[in-house]
């Protein structure tokens, strides 16, 4: 049992149940190994949402607003630790929600879909296709979700298909604790945050943030800018 006033109570908790979860086969074992890269990038920026990752979280809850078919591109990981949270976006937003993972069955995709749904999140359901040009499991997508979408938001992603989204003209926020990731610096709008602080603040800055022209806030932001703060961030607790 973890002490509640241990200091890292909370970040010893997200791994006890990734744990869980992967022992049933909702994670991955590869995920865990993901987890624990993105988790020593946040002792990197003192396990904090910094000033810049905040912006960055506002702007996204702009660009949500601004898009006409937003989804939510979910996998294991990201269901384990935050379907409360994705389904407080999604109630705020009308966001889609769509499973979409790399080690794909269809026992697992389903499981997925199930904890989502019992934590109150409606998924995307029906015949996937390979609407994305990748050769691996990911490139499945559904066609009245992903495959049709204006904006994408994913968290703890691939690369390679962040790029491949952005090469199809999404508009592609990215939540990833890596700055030096290819998802961070091919995202249109990259969130260098934890994936449990940024969709409470999404969701919160959608009550306040105006829609706008999606194109046009896209093309406006500078993507390296939040990658070169939050390198920053990171050199100076090291200094």
Known sequence: MIPRNHPRYRSLKMRESLAAAARSGLVSFEGLAAHGRGEAFDYLIGERTTASAADAERLAAQLILSAVRPVFSVNGNCAALAADEIAALQKRTGVAVEVNLFHRTGERMQQVADH?????????????????????????????????????????????RCEALRKMGRVVIAIDLN?????????????????????????????????????TLAASIDNQKFLADALREMRERLA
């Open 179 to 215: 700055p030096l990731s290819r998802t961070a610096r091919l995202a249109t709008l990259p969130i260098i945050d934890e994936l449990t602080r940024t969709l409470p603040a999404i969701t919160e800055a959608c009550g306040t943030e105006m829609a706008g022209d999606l194109h």
């Open 116 to 160: 989502l749904t019992a934590h109150g999140v409606e998924v995307l359901t029906g015949e996937c296709e390979r609407l994305v040009p990748l050769e691996h499991d990911r490139g499945l997508c559904l066609p009245e979700g992903i495959g049709s979408a204006d904006l994408i938001l994913v968290a703890l992603e691939d690369g390679d």
